[in-house]
């Protein structure tokens, strides 16, 4: 089964200091990976995606995360912090639905970023 | 931006009442999907859609919930007999499968239903 596991529920950095969200995955195959963040009152945004390309992914706003297999992480990272990234962060696998020729997600239980300023 | 649209965006009822939301999907794509975001959770997968037909049901979606998408453009999702379990954010997203094979979905700003 395919699951991912996000290490912290919180996460307070200073503004423009770096930020590292943390997130493992279990697969039984290659996964895609997300990290979609979700601001108060907003839609999910998709911020990247891994699909067996490049293991180092850029997303919007300066974000972005890498794929280590080795030990089944996809962190995601910013060189410096803004007060525009406050937000709920979720890392996501993508999961076969039996349903055929279609993938759904399986989030994680989300990662509350706090900026100080 | 004709992104994925949901109405009504806030819902409040008294247990045992029927409700319905309704999602507009982004018009190029042919799969819906409903997911169930509770307070400090990430979201949950309930059910799907390719075109017309609900090609998967989660087991979170008791009988009481019943999902359409009667011509394939949108879709409603109807709880009967509400509970107070059953307060939640419902979240709408449609997809399209890129050329990288990933299964991008792009997410509503959602339903936030609460049970009285």
């Known amino acids: 089964a395919q699951s991912v596991t996000q290490l912290d529920s919180h996460v307070s950095v200073s503004e423009g200091t770096p930020v590292l969200l943390r997130c493992n995955y279990s697969?039984?195959?290659?996964?895609?990976l997300f990290w979609y963040v979700q601001h108060p009152n907003k839609g999910l945004q998709l911020l990247l995606k891994?699909?067996?390309?490049?293991?180092l992914v850029k997303g919007i706003n300066g974000f972005e995360a890498e794929f280590k297999k080795s030990e089944t992480s996809f962190h995601l990272t910013k060189p410096s912090a803004h007060m525009s990234d406050a937000a709920e962060y979720f890392c996501?696998?993508?999961?076969?639905?039996?349903?055929?020729?279609?993938?759904?997600?399986?989030f994680g239980k989300g990662t509350h970023l706090i900026i100080q300023p | 931006d004709t992104g994925v649209s949901q109405n009504p965006r806030h819902k409040i009822t008294k247990r045992g009442q029927n409700v319905t939301f309704r999602c507009d999907p982004i018009?190029?794509?042919?799969?819906l999907y409903w997911y169930r975001q509770t307070l400090g959770q990430g979201p949950e997968f309930l059910t799907y859609?390719?075109?017309?037909?609900?090609?998967?049901k989660s087991r979170l979606l008791s009988d009481r919930f019943s999902a359409e998408r009667p011509k394939g453009s949108f879709s409603t999702l109807e709880i009967q007999r509400t509970e107070q379990g059953d307060s939640a954010m419902y979240l709408c997203?449609?997809?399209?499968?890129?050329?990288?094979?990933?299964?991008?979905?792009?997410f509503g700003a959602g339903s936030r239903l609460t049970v009285l």
């Open positions: 997203a449609s997809g399209r499968r890129t050329i990288s094979g990933a299964n991008v979905l792009t």
């Open positions: 697969s039984s195959y290659s996964p895609s």
């Open positions: 891994y699909t067996s390309a490049a293991t």
């Open positions: 996501v696998v993508s999961v076969p639905l039996s349903g055929g020729g279609a993938d759904g997600l399986t």
């Open positions: 018009s190029e794509h042919n799969r």
């Open positions: 859609f390719q075109n017309e037909a609900q090609l998967e």
